[in-house]
C-alpha cells in the first residue's frame, strides 16, 4: 500500500493487487451517526441517499445509475457510526469512468428540496423494513441498551420525526461541517494504472474540495455497574436476541484476544456455543458470537434465534459458557485454532479488490495505525493464552453483561436470570 496526501490534506491510498481483474474506487469520509445531534439523528444517512438523487453532471437518479450499468460495474454506498463510504467497481478499462463517477456524487450533489422530499417515503419504507426484520433490527437495540440517548446509543437511520423532519438546509450545513479533504480517505485498489496519471487527475477534480477542519464528534459516556437487558415486544414466531458485554476498543492492544475470545465461542461452526445450542440442544438455526470495535468503544456480542418457549434456556447455555471463559476454562488447542481461524479469514476477505480498499481506507480514517495483512497476522500471533485468559476474566463480569431482545416477552422478564450468581 502506497498513501499520497494532497496539498488541500486529502489521502489517496494505493493498493495494488496483482492478477486482479478489477478496481475500485472508494471514498470514505469521517461522517457517521456519531456525529450527529438529536434534532439531525439519521442525516449522515439521509445524506448518503441523496448523493445518487442528481448531480450538475448527471441531474437524474437514472442518469446517476446508469453510468456504471452501461458497463457492468458494482457501486453503492453505505452508512456506519463513524464513517461514510461511496464506492464504484469495474474492470480495469472502465477505471477512470468510475473515478469521474464516484468523485462526481461526492463533490457535486445537487440537493434539490422537491428530491428529499421524494427520498423522505423511501427511507420511511427502509426504515419499516429493519423494524420487522428482526434479525437485522436487533443489533440497534443492542446498542440502545449500551449507549442510552446519546449518539452512540441512537439508530443509524434516524426516527420517523427526524426523517421527515430533514430539509435542504439541514443537509448543506452537514455537508459542509463533514465532508472535508482533511476529513476524507480515497482509496484505489485492484489493477491499477500509472500512479502518477492518478494522482493528477485527483488533484485535478478534488482541487477545489472544502478544506475546513470538520467537526468532532462526542465521546461516548459508558456507565454500568450491573447486568442490564432492554426488551422490544414483538409478537414473532422467534425470538432474536443479543446477549454480551462491553469490551475493548479499536485502540486497545487487547481487542486482538478479544477477537480469538469470539472465535472460541460462536466464530464458526465448530465453535462453543455454536455446539452446545444447535448440535446439542436444537435452539437455534443460527448462533453466532462477534466483537464490535469502534474508536472509543467495543462489545462482544452473541446473536441467536430462538424459539419463544426455549428463550430462558438459551440464555441460560450463552452465559454457562461466558462463566466457564472467566474461570480460565480454555484451552491452548482453543486459542490456537481461534487465532488460525482469524488468520485464514482475513485472508479470505481480502481477495476483492473492494475489500482491499475498505481494509486500508478504514484502518487511515479511523487509526489508530494502517496494518497490512501481514503486520496483522502478526498481531493475531502474538496474542498468548495468557493474554485469552485475562481478557476472559475482564470482560465476562456482571457488571459489564447486557441483554437486548425482541419477542413476545415485557422489560423485566430476564432480570432474574442475567443477576443469578
Not at 491499477?192 to 459516556?221: G, H, Y
Not at 488447542?333 to 475489500?355: A, F, R, V
Request: net charge negative; proline share 4%.
Amino acid at each position: 500500500m502506497e498513501k499520497i496526501i494532497l496539498s488541500n490534506g486529502l489521502r489517496l491510498l494505493f493498493v495494488p493487487q496483482k492478477e486482479a481483474r478489477t478496481v475500485t474506487a472508494l471514498i470514505l469520509v469521517g461522517a457517521g451517526s456519531k456525529y450527529e445531534t438529536k434534532a439531525i439523528n439519521g442525516l449522515s444517512h439521509f445524506l448518503e441517499h441523496m448523493l445518487f438523487k442528481g448531480t450538475k453532471k448527471r441531474p437524474t437518479p437514472l442518469e446517476v445509475a446508469s453510468v456504471l450499468d452501461r458497463v457492468g460495474g458494482d457501486y453503492n454506498a453505505f452508512t456506519d457510526r463513524e464513517y461514510t463510504g461511496y464506492f464504484a467497481k469495474v474492470r480495469p478499462e472502465h477505471f477512470h469512468l468510475a473515478l469521474d463517477w464516484v468523485s462526481d456524487i461526492f463533490l457535486h450533489p445537487l440537493l434539490l428540496p422537491e428530491a428529499i422530499e421524494r427520498e423522505k417515503g423511501v427511507i420511511l419504507e427502509e426504515l419499516h423494513m429493519y423494524l420487522d426484520t428482526p434479525l437485522q433490527y436487533i443489533g440497534e437495540v443492542w446498542e440502545k441498551l449500551l449507549y442510552g440517548d446519546q449518539p452512540a446509543g441512537w439508530d443509524i437511520i434516524g426516527t420517523k420525526e427526524t426523517i421527515l423532519g430533514v430539509d435542504q438546509k439541514k443537509l448543506l450545513n452537514y455537508f459542509s461541517q463533514h465532508y472535508s479533504s482533511r476529513n476524507t480517505v480515497l482509496a484505489f485498489a485492484g489493477c491499477l494504472e500509472d500512479k502518477e496519471k492518478i494522482k493528477r487527475e485527483v488533484e485535478k477534480v478534488f482541487q477545489a474540495m472544502n478544506q475546513e477542519s470538520p467537526a468532532d464528534k462526542l465521546k461516548v459516556k459508558e456507565e454500568q455497574t450491573t447486568p442490564r437487558s432492554l426488551i422490544k415486544f414483538k409478537k414473532t414466531d422467534q425470538t432474536h436476541l443479543s446477549l454480551g458485554v462491553r469490551g475493548y476498543d479499536g485502540q486497545d492492544e487487547q481487542r486482538w484476544a478479544q477477537a480469538v475470545l469470539a472465535v472460541i465461542l460462536g466464530g464458526n461452526m465448530s465453535s462453543r456455543l455454536f455446539n452446545v445450542i444447535r448440535e446439542e440442544h436444537s435452539l437455534a438455526y443460527y448462533v453466532r458470537t462477534f466483537p464490535q470495535t469502534y474508536t472509543d468503544t467495543g462489545y462482544l456480542m452473541t446473536q441467536a434465534g430462538i424459539a419463544n418457549q426455549k428463550v430462558e434456556k438459551a440464555v441460560q447455555l450463552i452465559l454457562e459458557e461466558y462463566q466457564k471463559m472467566a474461570r480460565g476454562e480454555i484451552q491452548p488447542s482453543e486459542t490456537e485454532k481461534g487465532k488460525e481461524y482469524l488468520k485464514g479469514s482475513l485472508s479470505l476477505s481480502l481477495e476483492s479488490s473492494s475489500s482491499l480498499a475498505s481494509f486500508y481506507a478504514q484502518q487511515e480514517l479511523l487509526g489508530p495505525a494502517v496494518l497490512s495483512p501481514e503486520e496483522m497476522t502478526q498481531k493475531i500471533n502474538q496474542v498468548t493464552q495468557e493474554d485469552v485468559c485475562r481478557a476472559a476474566k475482564e470482560l465476562f463480569v456482571p457488571a459489564k453483561l447486557n441483554l437486548a431482545l425482541i419477542g413476545p416477552y415485557h422489560q423485566g422478564d430476564f432480570d432474574a436470570i442475567l443477576r443469578k450468581p
